[in-house]
C-alpha cells in the first residue's frame, strides 16, 4: 500500500521539525515592553507541551493496538499513563521544582550532595532514554512501511536523522511553543478521522465488533500471558512511578516559575492526557469491526492505521489515513527529540565535556561535544531497535517505565519525603531496582518465550523491583546513619516551604 | 562434533586465569623487591600522615581527631593516642580507654607552657595489672604561638624516642592545622569579597535620577511620583540583605525599573529591545548580574554617543544553561582596555563589569566569567552564561 497523500504528510512533518530545529525558531518575539518579556510559561501552555513530548508511539498506536489484540484488559495502559501525572502532583511535582533541578541527576546531587550517585542517576538516565527511544524508531518504521512500501529500517533511520541534526543544531532547546502545539496536533490527527470513521461506521449500519469470547472478559486471559492480575497490577505500578523518572518529563518542570506552578501544570496534564487516551480504545473498537481477526503479516500496532482504509476508502480514507500517518510521525518526533535532547544533555555534560576540555586545555568550543553527544544518544537506540524483535510499542516503552519506577521513583520519593535517607542507601535502591529490572527485561528480550510465573515475574518487573528497591534502599540507610548528608534538614525545608511562605521569610529579614 | 565441550573450555580458562594471576603477583613482589626497607617505611609513614593530613583539614573537632588519630597511633606505635582541648578530650584511639579522662589535667601543664612533658609513674598507672598503660608524652598542638590542644601517645613503657617522635608529630599536626585555619581564613576573606562586591549601585546613578525626576516635579507630577517609586523599589531590591542569589525574572524586572530611569534622563534617545526565552526566566543567577551590565552599556555605550542608541537584552536557552547578552551600538572601546578592567585594575572607571566577572567566577567557576565582544565604533556585547542548576546556588537561602 503506498498512498502519495500520507507520504506528504510524513515529510512536511520530518521537515518541519527540521526546520524548528536547523534555525531554532524561538517563537518568542522580539519586543521592547519587559511586561512582555517577562512573562513565565504559563500552566497551561507547559502542561500541553508536556503533552506533546509524553504522548509517544505507544499511546498513538500501541494503545490501541493492544487493546484490538488483548482485549479490555489493556485499557489499564492508558489509565495508567494518567495516573503517573497523579503520582507526581501528589508527590513529588512541587517539591521537585522546589529543588532546583534541571535533570535528576542534577536532584540527586542537590539532596544528597554526592558525585557517585549523580553518575549512576546519569547513566540510568541514558539507559532509560535509549529504552523509551527503541518503539519511537520501532514505530516510525511501521509507519513508514505502511503508507510507503519502504523496507521497516527507514521509517526509524528517517527520524533518526531528522533528531540528531535537529538536537545536534541547538535548536530543540527552548521549544516550548512547538511542543504544546505538538499536543494538539495529535489530538486533532486522532480525533478527527475517529469522529470521522464513527460516523461512517454508524451510516453503515453500526454493525457490532466482532470479538473472541475471552475479549472483554476482566483479568481472566489464560494463553501465554497467564497471570493477568500480576501482571495488570505491575504494569499499572511500572506507568504510576515510572512517569516521575522520566528524563524528558522532568526537564520541562524546570520552566514553571515556581512550586504552585509546577501543580497546576500537573493538573492540566491530566485533563490533556486524559482526553486524548479517550480516543485509543475508540480505534480499537473499529478495528473490531473491520478486522474481525488480524491478518497474515499485520502487526496490531498498524492498526490505527489500516481502519481509515477499509471503512471509507477512496480520497477521504486517503486524507484521513494522512492525518493519522502525520500525526504518528509528530509523536514520534516530539517524544524522541525531548529523549533525545535529555540523554545528549547528559551524554555532553558528563562524559564527554571533561574530556574535551582536557584534550584541548579548556579551549573546545562546547557545541561540538555537544554534537557528537547528539549523534551518540540516537544511534544506538536506533541500532538496538534493529537488533532486538517488536514486542509491540506500548510494551517496550513499558519496560522504560519499569526501569524508571525501580530506580528514580524510589531516590525521588524517599529523597523528597523521608529525612533518613543515607549516600549509601539512596545508591543501593539504585543499583538494585536498575540491576533487577535491567536484567530481568534482558532476558526477557533475548529470550521471548518463557511463560509461567518466571514469564511473567521476568516482563513485569515493577511489582517485585520496586518494594525491592525501596527496602534495600531504606535498610542500608538505617544501617548507615553515619552518612546521612548534612544539609539534609535544609534541603528538606526548602523542599516543602511554599514559594509565599519563603518570600514573607525574606521581606522579613529586610 | 562441532560444538564446545563446556567443562573443558572452563577448566583451561580457569587454568589460563590462575596462571595469569600467579604471574602478575610474582611480579608485584619482585617489583616490590627493589625498594630497600628504608624507602618502604618512608612511603608508609609518609602515606600514614597524608591520610591523617585528609581529616585534619577542616580544623580540630571531634570527628577529625577521632579519624587522624588511628592514622597518628599507627605512625607512633604507642598503645594508645589522645587528643584534647582545653577541658574536653576530643578523641581516645587504642587501648585503656579508661585513662580518657586523665588526659585533660596531664594535659594542663603543656597547656600552659607550651612544653612536651613525659609523664610516668603514679600520675598515670591504674590499679589494674593488666592494663598496658604505664607512661604518656603530652605533646603541644598550637596555631599561631597558641596552644590550642594536647597530643598524648600513651605507651606501656616511656622511652626518649616516644618524645621526640610525640613531639614531632604534634608539630606536623599543629602545621596542618594552620593550614586548616589558613583555608578558613581565606573562605571568609572569599565571603567579605561577595559581600563587598554585592551592592555597588553606581553613585552617579543614584545622582542622576534624582536630577531627572526633580526636573519633573513641577511638570508632570504624576510621573515624578512614579519615577520615585520606581527608585525606590530599585535601591530597595539593590540593598537588599537577605539571600545571594535571584532568579532572571526578578533581575529583569529590576532592570525594568532601572530603565526607566534612565528614560527618563535620556527621552527619546534610549531604545530598548529584549528577546527572551521564558524558558530561562526561572533560572537563579547572582542578583545585580544583569543590571550593572545594562548600567554598562547605557553610560559608556550611549551617554557619549549622538543619536538614538539601542540597548538589547537577549536571554537564550542552551539546554543545560543559559546565556544572557546585553549589546549595545554604542561607540565600543577598545578590547585592550576590557581585559585590564576585567583584571581588576580599573576599577572605578567602568560601572561593574569587574564585579560581576568576579561574582560569577566566584559562584560557577573560571568557565563561567564574562565574555566581552567590542572594537572602537562598532558597540559592544557583554555575554555570559549560567548553569540551571549548580549545587549550593539557591533563591531562598
Known amino acids: 500500500m503506498s498512498s502519495p497523500l500520507s507520504l506528504a504528510a510524513v515529510v512536511a512533518v520530518c521537515l518541519t521539525t527540521l526546520v524548528v530545529g536547523g534555525l531554532g525558531l524561538r517563537l518568542s518575539r522580539r519586543t521592547s515592553d519587559f511586561y512582555v518579556a517577562g512573562r513565565t510559561v504559563s500552566p497551561r501552555l507547559n502542561a500541553s507541551a508536556i503533552g506533546g513530548e509524553y504522548l509517544s508511539a505507544a499511546s498513538f498506536l500501541g494503545v490501541a493496538g493492544l487493546v484490538y489484540g488483548a482485549g479490555i484488559d489493556m485499557l489499564w495502559l492508558p489509565v495508567g499513563y494518567t495516573l503517573g501525572y497523579l503520582v507526581l502532583l501528589v508527590m513529588v511535582a512541587a517539591p521537585m521544582r522546589r529543588s532546583g533541578a534541571y535533570t535528576l541527576p542534577d536532584f540527586a546531587e542537590a539532596r544528597l550532595g554526592s558525585r557517585a550517585v549523580r553518575l549512576v542517576s546519569s547513566v540510568l538516565v541514558v539507559a532509560i532514554g535509549w529504552l523509551y527511544l527503541v518503539p519511537q524508531f520501532q514505530g516510525a518504521g511501521l509507519t513508514l512501511t505502511l503508507v510507503t512500501g519502504a523496507p521497516p529500517w527507514v521509517g526509524g533511520f528517517v527520524v533518526m536523522v531528522v533528531i540528531a541534526a535537529a538536537v545536534g543544531a541547538g535548536g530543540m532547546r527552548s521549544i516550548t511553543f512547538v511542543q504544546a502545539v505538538q499536543y494538539w496536533i495529535k489530538l486533532t490527527a486522532l480525533a478527527v478521522p475517529a469522529f470521522a470513521l464513527l460516523f461512517l461506521w454508524f451510516r453503515a449500519g453500526h454493525p457490532a465488533p466482532v470479538v473472541p469470547p475471552d475479549w472483554h472478559a476482566l483479568l481472566s486471559r489464560s494463553g501465554p500471558d497467564d497471570h493477568p492480575v500480576y501482571r495488570t497490577v505491575s504494569v499499572v505500578l511500572a506507568l504510576c512511578l515510572g512517569t516521575m523518572g522520566l528524563p524528558h518529563v522532568l526537564v520541562r518542570y524546570y520552566t514553571n516559575p515556581d512550586g504552585v506552578g509546577a501543580r497546576r501544570t500537573t493538573v492540566t496534564v491530566i485533563a490533556l492526557l486524559g482526553v486524548f487516551y479517550l480516543l485509543p480504545p475508540v ?106 524483535e517488536p514486542m509491540g510499542l506500548a510494551t517496550t516503552v513499558g519496560l522504560a517505565f519499569a526501569v524508571a519506577a525501580a530506580t528514580f521513583a524510589p531516590l525521588i520519593i524517599l529523597g523528597v519525603w523521608w529525612p533518613r535517607l543515607s549516600v549509601p542507601g539512596a545508591m543501593t535502591g539504585l543499583l538494585v531496582g536498575g540491576v533487577a529490572t535491567v536484567a530481568s527485561l534482558g532476558v526477557t528480550m533475548a529470550r521471548g518465550d518463557l511463560d509461567g510465573w518466571a514469564g511473567a515475574l521476568l516482563a513485569n518487573p515493577a511489582l517485585w523491583a520496586v518494594p525491592l528497591a525501596i527496602t534495600s534502599a531504606v535498610v542500608v540507610s538505617l544501617a548507615t546513619p553515619g552518612r546521612i548528608p548534612a544539609s539534609t534538614t535544609r534541603i528538606l525545608v526548602r523542599l516543602h516551604t511554599p514559594e509565599r511562605v519563603a518570600l514573607a521569610r525574606s521581606r522579613l529579614r529586610d | 562434533m562441532t560444538g564446545i565441550h563446556w567443562p573443558t573450555a572452563v577448566l583451561v580458562g580457569g587454568t589460563v586465569l590462575l596462571l595469569w594471576l600467579g604471574v602478575a603477583l610474582l611480579q608485584r613482589s619482585r617489583r616490590r623487591g627493589f625498594i630497600s626497607d628504608t624507602d618502604r617505611a618512608t612511603y608508609a609513614t609518609l602515606h600514614t600522615a597524608s591520610l591523617a593530613a585528609r581529616h585534619l583539614g577542616d580544623g580540630l573537632s571531634p570527628e577529625a581527631a577521632e579519624r587522624a588519630g588511628r592514622h597518628l597511633l599507627s605512625i607512633l606505635g604507642a598503645q594508645a593516642v589522645s587528643i584534647a582541648g582545653p577541658g574536653s578530650v576530643l578523641s ?129 507630577p504624576d510621573r515624578a511620583r512614579e519615577l520615585l517609586l520606581d527608585f525606590a523599589d530599585f535601591t530597595r531590591y539593590a540593598l537588599r540583605t537577605g539571600g545571594t542569589f535571584t532568579t532572571l525574572a526578578e533581575e529583569l524586572r529590576n532592570v525594568e525599573r532601572y530603565l526607566v530611569l534612565e528614560q527618563a534622563r535620556f527621552g527619546d534617545r534610549l531604545r530598548v529591545s529584549l528577546l527572551v526565552a521564558p524558558e530561562v526566566l526561572p533560572v537563579t543567577l547572582p542578583y545585580l548580574a544583569v543590571q550593572p551590565l545594562v548600567e554598562n552599556a547605557v553610560r559608556h555605550g550611549l551617554a557619549s554617543k549622538e543619536g538614538i542608541g539601542h540597548v538589547s537584552i537577549t536571554a537564550t536557552d542552551l539546554g543545560s544553561a543559559a546565556e544572557i547578552a546585553i549589546e549595545d551600538d554604542g561607540v565600543g572601546s577598545e578590547p585592550e582596555r576590557i581585559r585590564t578592567i576585567l583584571d581588576g585594575a580599573h576599577a572605578h572607571d567602568s560601572v561593574g563589569l569587574g564585579n560581576v566577572d568576579a561574582r560569577l567566577r566566584q559562584v560557577y567557576g573560571d568557565e563561567f566569567g564574562l565574555t566581552v565582544d567590542t572594537a572602537p565604533g562598532a558597540g559592544t556585547r557583554v555575554s555570559f552564561r549560567v548553569p540551571k542548576f549548580a549545587p549550593g546556588v539557591h533563591t531562598q537561602d
Open chain 1, 283 to 388: 480505534y480499537a473498537a473499529l478495528g473490531r469491526v473491520v478486522y474481525h481477526e488480524l491478518p497474515d503479516g499485520v502487526r496490531s500496532d498498524s492498526i490505527v492505521l489500516r481502519i481509515p482504509g477499509e471503512l471509507a476508502g477512496g480520497l477521504g480514507g486517503e486524507v484521513m489515513t494522512a492525518m493519522l500517518a502525520g500525526g504518528a510521525f509528530a509523536a514520534f518526533l516530539s517524544t524522541a527529540s525531548g529523549l533525545a535532547m535529555s540523554v545528549t544533555g547528559v551524554i555532553d555534560q558528563e562524559v564527554l565535556r571533561p574530556r574535551f576540555s582536557r584534550l584541548s586545555g579548556g579551549d573546545a568550543p562546547g557545541i561540538r561535544g555537544f554534537r557528537y553527544a547528539a549523534v551518540l544518544a540516537v544511534v544506538l537506540p536506533y541500532l538496538l531497535s534493529r537488533a532486538i
Open chain 2, 92 to 220: 581516645w584511639t587504642g587501648r585503656g580507654d579508661h585513662h580518657r579522662d586523665l588526659a585533660v589535667p596531664l594535659g594542663e601543664q603543656t597547656l600552659g607552657t607550651g612544653r612536651t612533658v613525659a609523664h610516668r609513674g603514679d600520675a598515670v598507672a591504674c590499679e589494674d595489672l593488666e592494663c598496658p598503660i604505664r607512661g604518656a608524652v603530652t605533646a603541644p598542638l598550637a596555631t599561631d604561638d597558641l596552644v590550642v590542644g594536647t597530643l598524648t601517645a600513651w605507651t606501656d613503657r616511656p622511652s626518649p624516642g616516644l618524645t621526640r617522635a610525640t613531639e614531632e608529630v604534634a608539630a606536623w599536626v599543629s602545621s596542618q592545622l594552620a593550614l586548616a585555619e589558613l583555608a578558613r581564613t581565606r573562605n571568609r576573606v572569599m565571603e567579605a569579597e561577595l559581600r563587598a562586591l554585592r551592592a555597588q549601585i553606581s553613585p552617579h546613578f543614584i545622582y542622576n535620577s534624582l536630577a531627572a525626576i526633580a526636573s519633573f516635579v513641577r511638570t508632570d
